[in-house]
């Protein structure tokens, strides 16, 4: 009896690109989430798109929260009134790498290495950024530069063993100096004439100039052995001659003759 037939009509369409693609993509999005580093993409207007876990925890907020956020929100370096600028030069090159900084939740900063990719996807441009936590590289960096510092300051010590005997000499001489115009001075003054006065303050140029250079020779030298250094603009051709004064008398008993232009 037909009329008491179920017909049934049905189709089959084949998904398997469509199942090979959300397997891709879970795979992508596994991929993402397992990187120690944080992921975000960004649009064209600075805004977050999307964002992986890394990002969320490391910068204290719920991905809910930076979804919509922007690039302004986390980096100070970079407000919304340069960014197209800055969209522009990511545009240009493909991809950047860069340092910046990072600011928390809680208002705390931390560096951060960035590197940020351009590509466009169904006629919108976006920036896929991975960042990466610098703060034990910054803080290796550091210990490198104390310990150069350190390293720099016991070899200017290990010089200055080596120059004591040129040293003294440059201070003996200003010093005997200033022994024999007291000296003199000293005799004059006990039977002064006019012609002794003028004398006397020729000497006492002469001692005011030897102190004067037995100053500068004991600032060099501090200057030289001080543990920081500063970094301070200045006269090269200054620096050439205290350095000539100082090794002077050392090269005098090598037999070498120094000469400057």
């Not at 993509?25 to 993409?41: G, I, K, L, P, W």
């Not at 798109?49 to 690039?71: F, H, K, P, Q």
């Not at 006019?194 to 500068?216: H, V, Y």
């Not at 001080?226 to 620096?239: N, P, V, W």
Request: charged share 30%; hydrophobic share 35%; net charge negative.
């Amino acid at each position: 009896d037909l009329d008491s037939r179920v017909l049934v009509r049905g189709s089959i369409t084949d998904i398997s690109e469509r199942k090979a693609a959300e397997q891709q993509f879970r795979m992508t999005r596994f991929a993402v989430e397992s990187t120690d580093d944080a992921m975000f993409v960004v649009d064209r207007d600075a805004r977050f798109v999307d964002v992986n876990s890394v990002a969320c925890s490391r910068l204290g907020y719920s991905r809910r929260e930076l979804i919509g956020m922007t690039v302004s929100d986390i980096n100070p370096e970079y407000p919304l009134t340069s960014w197209p600028d800055h969209w522009q030069q990511i545009k240009q090159a493909g991809r950047l790498v860069y340092e910046s900084t990072h600011t928390r939740s809680d208002g705390t900063s931390f560096p951060v290495e960035i590197s940020k990719s351009f590509f466009e996807f169904d006629g919108n441009e976006y920036a896929f950024a991975f960042v990466r936590d610098i703060t034990e590289r910054k803080r290796t960096e550091e210990r490198l530069r104390e310990r150069e510092t350190q390293l720099a300051h016991v070899s200017r010590l290990s010089t200055m063993g080596e120059m004591v005997a040129g040293i003294a000499h440059e201070l003996n001489q200003p010093l005997y100096s200033i022994i024999n115009y007291s000296k003199a001075t000293g005799n004059v003054i006990k039977s002064p004439t006019p012609e002794n006065l003028t004398q006397i303050e020729a000497w006492n140029d002469q001692i005011g100039k030897a102190a004067t250079r037995a100053g500068q020779i004991i600032r060099r030298l501090r200057g030289f052995v001080q543990r920081e250094s500063t970094y301070l603009a200045t006269d090269l051709h200054e620096i050439i001659r205290d350095a000539l004064e100082l090794v002077r008398h050392a090269s005098e008993r090598a037999g070498i003759t120094l000469k400057v232009d």
